[in-house]
């Protein structure tokens, strides 16, 4: 029996904490100013957008927690450490969202039932500011979201933001120009609307890791073939493969090899290694060699 690798990588959360942390600072200065422009203006879908950064900010900084948990060392009891907390922090964070949706649908409707007097140019005003700032952190967190699930829910959120700034601006403009203060209840509910989509992916993402699934992309089927591939090997079997955190899977199975094979194993692990790591992408494998006939004697077996 042996492991690729030991359980400490550096997780592709880790890899993007400064990136958050300055996404992070980013957000909370656009959230005092969204409050406080919606005090100014009495514009609902500015303090629900305002509401909307602050759940954004607690989420990169819940983000940012995780990724300092996962960065704990592993222990005899956490042999793989903490690093699935971040996809527990994934998990959260769109949860979060999906009660901001209700938050905003709820205010909503009461300021479709008492509209109350709104100022456009300051909603065009600061939801500009926010729009700016939003684009800006997308930018720093764009390429940490194609490797980290954590980041990515980050990145989620910082987008909602400015999508939901660019309804702001819009309803602004309707009721600077126009008059109509209930543009400005109709683009609270846009907002709703916008975000729980994203959180859904986001949510059903993290569900499928928490549940330890095939990760996503990898057929096992198609790895089975590929070890069978090696002239020594007779069979493959319980074979799993699930994924710890962002860009961390891991994968064990049983490989059965003749007799007269076994007498030079580690040079048959650093092949089969060699070869997940390179074909499959997983840096963290264990397998354990048999002779024919052993699997006999194991317990409960998988394919």
Not at 19 to 23: H, R, S, T
Not at 148 to 158: D, H, I, M, P, T
Not at 178 to 181: A, D, E, M
């Given at each position: 029996m042996g492991a690729g690798h030991d359980h400490g990588p550096i997780t592709a959360g880790a890899a993007n904490s400064r990136?958050?942390?300055?996404?992070l600072g980013m957000m909370l200065v656009v959230a005092a100013v969204q409050v406080t422009g919606a005090a100014f203006s009495g514009s609902l879908a500015l303090l629900a957008d305002a509401g909307h950064t602050v759940t954004d900010s607690f989420g990169v900084a819940l983000a940012l927690a995780a990724v300092w948990i996962?960065?704990?060392p592993a222990t005899s009891k956490r042999t793989f450490g903490f690093q699935r907390a971040e996809i527990l922090a994934a998990a959260v964070n769109a949860i979060v969202l999906f009660a901001l949706c209700a938050f905003i649908v709820v205010e909503a409707v009461d300021r479709?039932?008492?509209?109350?007097?709104?100022?456009?140019l300051g909603m065009v005003v600061v939801a500009a500011f926010g729009l700016v700032m939003n684009?800006?952190?997308l930018l720093i967190l764009r390429s940490g979201a194609k490797e980290?699930?954590?980041?990515?829910?980050?990145?989620?959120?910082?987008m909602s933001d400015a999508l939901a700034s660019v309804g702001v601006i819009t309803g602004g403009l309707i009721v600077w120009l126009?008059?109509?203060?209930q543009a400005d209840t109709l683009v609270s509910l846009g907002i709703a609307a916008i975000i729980v989509p994203r959180a859904w992916s986001l949510l059903k993402e993290a569900v499928h890791i928490l549940l330890e699934a095939t990760p996503k992309g990898m057929d096992l089927n198609q790895v089975r073939e590929h070890l069978m591939g090696h002239p020594a090997v007779i069979d493959v079997h319980d074979l799993h493969a699930w994924t710890i955190t962002s860009g961390v899977p891991v994968m064990s199975a049983h490989v059965v090899v003749a007799e007269e094979d076994l007498r030079?194993?580690?040079r048959m692990l650093d092949e089969l290694h060699e070869c997940l790591t390179g074909h499959f992408d997983v840096e963290h494998s264990t397998l354990q060699l048999e002779p024919p006939g052993h699997a006999d004697h194991e317990g409960a077996r998988h394919p």
């Open positions: 990136k958050l942390a300055l996404v996962a960065a704990r479709l039932r008492e509209p109350a007097a709104v100022s456009g684009i800006v952190a980290s699930l954590n980041v990515k829910g980050a990145y989620l959120e910082v126009t008059g109509w203060q030079d194993s580690g």
